[in-house]
């Protein structure tokens, strides 16, 4: 992941803090890479402005004690240096974006907002950045689990229309490897395929199909998705570490599914297929998957993604 040289790491001042803490400077420290802190709150009420040194310094006093706990833990011989600038006020995913764009981020790392118990997907600002913060977003979610045991998981549509789509699909196996090699852990690959006739064809009394010939072509349809797949791991040069989840049925669907019951600590998957389009949203398929998962997620788009909210 050298790819990934300026780092920002966001704090709401969130509980568990610390295992974010400690994922971003775990990134920084292994690709060399510079981090800065960004803390998002609200803004006091004006009645209280006489306060607003003290609020904003006690915010960024307990970012530090975190951060320095931190990095004691690690037992690392140099601490990293880290910036920590204050945005307070509403619109903390305009804030958040806006530092991303000032600062040239390459990557965001945010806990994800904790979810009530029984709950699945992400809140309303986690959403916002991943649909519209211009560079990947590294979604955290606390794990008991040692670094060397996390499962690491990439989603992969290999249908692609566009070298623009074989360029995302290529960057997010990438992507998914080297997280997955941080981690000592093999890397799952799940793609989904379907005939999407299937039901309609073998059930429907008008039309008479030989269920032989129905076989045929939904296995040639099988053979085709596999194909595609198989060529662009070939693509992707992430050697035979790896395990292909070849997946028969509707991807937002069997993807959380399939999370599920690998017990997947962080998936990588693509928010946005197409670029060059200002506020485009995420397709119902990318969305019914992130409203369906429990794990932490690595949200990657495509190059040349244009975010609708513009700086200049």
Known sequence: MKEFQNILFVSQGLPENRDSIEQALTLAKRNHASLMGLIVSPALPHNMVDYQQAYRQSLLNTLTAEIEQVQHSLADDADLPMAIEIACGDKPALKIIECVQTHHRDLLVKQAEPLNDGSEGFKALDMKLLRKCPCPVWLHRPNTKPTNHKRIAVAIDPVV????????????????????????????????????????????????????????????????????????????????????????????????????????????????????????????????????????????????????????
């Open 161 to 312: 229309e566009s070298d623009e789509a074989q360029q995302l699909a290529i960057h997010l196996l990438t992507v998914a490897h080297a997280i997955a090699n941080n981690c000592d852990s093999r890397l799952h690959i799940i793609s989904c395929w379907q005939y999407e006739l299937e039901s309609y064809l073998r059930h429907h009394s008008w039309i008479q199909i030989d269920d032989e010939k129905l076989n045929a072509e939904i296995e040639a349809t099988r053979l085709h998705h596999r194909q595609q797949l198989d060529a662009l791991i070939d693509s992707a040069a992430i050697g035979e570490d790896i395990i292909v989840h070849h997946i028969n049925g509707r991807a937002d669907d069997e993807i959380p599914q399939c999370v599920n019951i690998l017990e997947i600590d962080i998936l990588v998957m693509g928010t946005i297929a197409r670029s060059g389009i200002k506020g485009l949203v995420m397709g119902n398929t990318a969305e019914n998957i992130l409203q369906s998962l429990k794990c932490s997620l690595v949200a990657l788009k495509p190059n040349g993604f244009v975010s609708p909210i513009d700086k200049s």
